[in-house]
Structure formats: structure tokens, C-alpha cells
């Protein structure tokens, strides 16, 4: 029996994988997920970093012992090794539990702290496979990024809960004023002034990143100062760190109000939540557009997958 359910999923890892590949190198794009949870009795994400490959096994009740588990494991890998071309020294392997917001819990896998450097759209981001929540670089904002660079030129750009910093990365590369980055965990705006050095953009007065509690930081925005906001919440987080708790569904008027006051007439709001249930309350928001963008920012191998939601909103 298991071998037949092994049968169908490397005939369904050819299948997605031929297809993805081919939209992959006619966009010239090194960083894409292959598989999602396309079959139940295969729950891995899947995801190509250049010639490495990260995958992440979803827990769930599967029912087998330890000595099932791993042999069911072994056999899963060798088809993933075989059927994508990747050697087994290069797959980062996770076990992720479904949790709320896009930073599930992981268990660490190895010690070794594992870095390097990809590409997208010619600029350079630091990833890391083996020891952290994420990857360091979401790839489902892939096109939301390069919106972002394409009207950033001479624009003051502010990105809240910026984790890693790459929507600073790409205002930056689209010619922005000024950017700051802001986000509560030191590790992650370290990180994201180290995206910013690896691309060139250096500079305390035109790239500032802010250390903070956004929901609290928001207080403090000047009216009418920035040019364009991107703000992708998590879902719920009670941090230690943080006065109070954040939720997306509870909060999102009062954080969506808070930016809007610190845009100029104009300004433009990119905000994204990856609560699936996630409903926006446009009678409780005052501004001159409100459009959904979700599907616009879809990139291709995400089609069909996306569980996040993505808004624009004009002042």
C-alpha cells in the first residue's frame, strides 16, 4: 500500500514540477515552492533556494510509530531527491505545525547556523534554511515587492512588522528617499540592515530601521509624512515584548486608521494578513481606494494556493 501512495506522489511531484520549472526559468525566478500539501497522505511544503531545497513536513496525527515514521520519511526524501535532482545533502528538512499567522512552530534541524544568498529581480537577500521560524524571505510577495519598487522613487517609504526587511530592500532598488524599516525582534531588523549592506544601501539619514512594538509605534507616526506604508501583520501574536496582544481581525481598523494619518493625501497602504478568515471592514475605513489585490499579486506557483490576503488603499 505505501508503496502505491509513493507512486503517486512522485507522479505528482513530475507533474507540478514540470510545469513550475518551465514558469520558473521563463521568469528567471531561483526561489519558488514546487509542492503544498497537494496530496493528505504527503503534508510537506516544498520549496527550491536556488540548488538547495527546503522541506517542511506539516504535523499531523499520521499514526505510525517512530521506526514507521522515519522509514516513510527516508522513502518521501529519496523520491523529492530523485525526481527534482537535489542531493540529499542539500534539503533542509522541518517539522512545521499549522499555527496561527505565517510563523508556525519549527524544530530546529541541526545545529549549524546556515546561511547564504539568493536572487530576485537582481537583488540579493540572506536566507537560511536550517535555524529559524522562516526562511528569512516569503516568497508569496514576490510581485507585491516589485509593485512596491516600481512606485517608490523619490517616495518616503515606512515597512511595518518588516521581518527580514525585503520590501525596504526593493523601495530602496526603486529609488525611494527614505525608508524605515520597523519591526519588534532585534534578530530580525539585524537582519534586514544586513539585506539592505548586501544591496548597496547604506546611509543612517535615508535608511533608518526602528526597533519596537508597531502596534505602539503607530502612536507616534507624523501626519502626513510618508509617500507609501507596507504592513504585513502576523495573524495573532502575544509576544512577552509587546503591551498588548495583537489580532489581525480585531485589530486591523485601528492599525489601517493609524497609518492612513501618517500617509499624505495620495500615500498609498499596502497591507497583507494571512488570516484566512480574514474579513476587511471597508465601512469603518476612510480612504479614496480600497482595492483588492490578492489575486493581482499572485505569483505563479502560488496559483490556487494562497491563503493571504492583500489590499490596496489610496488616502
Known amino acids: 500500500m ?30 519558488y515552492r514546487v509542492y503544498d500539501h497537494d496530496l493528505p497522505e504527503f503534508p510537506f511544503c516544498i520549496e527550491f533556494y ?26 518521501s526524501l529519496l523520491v523529492i531527491t ?12 522541518k517539522l512545521r505545525q499549522r499555527k496561527h499567522g505565517r510563523l508556525g512552530q519549527y524544530q530546529k ?15 540579493k537577500f540572506i536566507v537560511n534554511l536550517s535555524d529559524y521560524l522562516d526562511t528569512g524571505l516569503f516568497l508569496d510577495h514576490r510581485i507585491t515587492r516589485q509593485m512596491l519598487r516600481e512606485k517608490s522613487n523619490g517616495k518616503r517609504v ?42 548597496g544601501f547604506t546611509g543612517a539619514e535615508k535608511y533608518r530601521f526602528v526597533h519596537a512594538d508597531v502596534k505602539q509605534y503607530l502612536k507616534t507616526l507624523p501626519a502626513d509624512y510618508f509617500d507609501i506604508i507596507v504592513m504585513d501583520p502576523p495573524t495573532f501574536s502575544n509576544s512577552k515584548r509587546m ?23 495620495g500615500g498609498v497602504l499596502y497591507f497583507s494578513t494571512n488570516s484566512r478568515k480574514f474579513e476587511l471592514e471597508k465601512e469603518k475605513i476612510s480612504a479614496a481606494t480600497i482595492k483588492d489585490i490578492t489575486k493581482a499579486t499572485t505569483p505563479f506557483d502560488f496559483e490556487g494556493k494562497l491563503f493571504r490576503w492583500c489590499f490596496y488603499l489610496v488616502k
Open 158 to 199: 515606512l515597512n511595518l512588522f518588516a521581518y527580514t526587511g525585503s520590501f525596504s530592500v526593493y523601495a530602496a532598488a526603486g529609488g525611494a528617499e527614505e525608508v524605515i524599516t520597523a519591526d519588534l525582534s532585534k534578530t530580525y531588523l539585524n537582519w534586514a540592515e544586513r539585506n539592505m549592506q548586501l544591496n
Open 50 to 75: 536556488d540548488d538547495k531545497l527546503y522541506v517542511a513536513e506539516y504535523k499531523r496525527q499520521h499514526g505510525m510509530s517512530e521506526e514507521e515514521h522515519d522509514d516513510w520519511m527516508e522513502k
Open 243 to 265: 503591551e498588548d496582544i495583537l489580532d489581525i481581525q480585531r485589530d486591523h481598523v485601528t492599525l489601517i486608521r493609524q497609518c492612513m494619518a501618517g500617509l499624505k493625501a
Open 2 to 31: 505505501q508503496a502505491d501512495k509513493l507512486i503517486m506522489f512522485r507522479n505528482r511531484l513530475v507533474k507540478v514540477w514540470r510545469h513550475l520549472a518551465r514558469q520558473a526559468k521563463r521568469q528567471a525566478v531561483s526561489c
Open 109 to 123: 534541524y541541526g545545529e549549524v547556523q546556515h546561511e547564504f544568498v539568493v536572487e530576485e529581480n537582481g537583488l
Open 82 to 93: 530523485e525526481v527534482l535532482g537535489i542531493p540529499k545533502e542539500n534539503i533542509f528538512l
